[in-house]
């Protein structure tokens, strides 16, 4: 059955083409994926120092972090919002951030190694007689923790003082968040036509099951996510069920695709999730 699936998947691309990705269709985008989702964010001295909430926006370009401090001075609370992004011509990450009480700040180099995400902020004036520069680095520490150190420099790098150091704690109860924050991403790959993207959300080890199709592996996945070029239309994901198993996250819910002669697909489906090289990916895809 597998072969014969696949032979009329070969059929249709020979047919339509191979799909075009869209600009962050790219792995290279994807290596800041380990922040997504809702976290709790603590100082070395075990206070809480704030709530972070991490989501993709803009066909999955833009990573977007809104913060909200967990103290408040005289009715005054702390909040922020930063704008995260692969830049492809400089081949740099880069991050603005702009906060409740006007200020901003920009850092224009960042780079993916190791495991981390490490931005250097643009110059600014620190007082009337010197300038400074900030570092700032993401460290994923493991599915549920990651660590954001931020230092600054007044001798241009050459020596670094910590001006925070914060533990973030995924929240427990907010797996759905990250599902659905990965859910509303693949909606987009789809709905803008790059199913080619879409392969890029499942382990390298992979399977979708249904009830005439079992396919298995990274590139059969992919071969299967292309064929869709000739359904076409949009595509809309539910989410009924979420919960954490161990080291597995298991979602239910409803995918509706209207494909591009107007008619309704409609199934259920059963997601599990596995963390793969600090990301979660999709082990199995059964749907019914």
């Known amino acids: 059955m597998k072969k014969l699936i696949l032979i009329l998947i070969a059929g249709i691309l020979v047919a339509d083409g191979f799909t075009q990705g869209l600009p962050c269709s790219k792995p290279v985008y994807r290596q800041f994926d380990f922040w997504l989702g809702e976290w709790e964010a603590f100082g070395t ?3 809480k120092a704030g709530d972070s909430k991490v989501s993709m926006m803009l066909d999955s370009c833009i990573i977007l972090e809104e913060w909200t401090s967990a103290a408040s001075q005289r009715g005054f609370r ?3 919002k930063s704008f995260n992004t692969y830049n492809a011509a400089s ?3 880069q991050q603005t951030w702009v906060d409740n009480a006007g200020g901003t700040n920009e850092y224009m180099q960042g780079k993916f190694e190791n495991n981390q995400i490490i931005y250097i902020s643009t110059p600014f004036k620190f007082n009337k007689d010197s300038m400074a520069i900030r570092k700032m680095t993401f460290t994923n520490l493991n599915a549920e923790k990651l660590r954001q150190h931020g230092e600054i420099s007044k001798d ?3 020596t670094w003082a ?3 150091d914060l533990e973030y704690r995924r929240k427990k109860d907010n797996v759905a968040v ?3 924050s990965i859910l509303r991403a693949m909606e987009d790959s789809y709905n803008k036509g790059d199913y080619e993207n879409i392969a890029g959300y499942y382990s390298k080890n992979g399977k979708v ?3 005439n199709t079992v396919i298995n592996g990274a590139n059969d996945i992919l071969t299967y996510w292309q064929a869709f070029k000739r359904l076409g239309g949009t595509w809309k994901l539910s989410n009924i069920k979420t919960e954490k198993v161990g080291e597995q996250i298991w979602q239910k819910g409803i995918s509706v695709i209207t494909d ?4 309704i697909n409609k199934v259920n489906f059963t997601l599990v999730f596995i963390q793969e090289n600090g990301q979660w990916k999709i082990l199995q895809d059964a749907y019914w």
């Open 45 to 47: 001295n075990g206070q």
């Open 78 to 80: 702390y909040a922020g």
């Open 91 to 93: 081949k740099q990450w």
């Open 156 to 158: 241009g790098g050459q």
């Open 162 to 164: 910590t001006e925070y």
């Open 178 to 180: 990250m599902v659905d």
């Open 209 to 211: 099951v249904g009830a």
């Open 260 to 263: 591009k002669q107007g008619k």
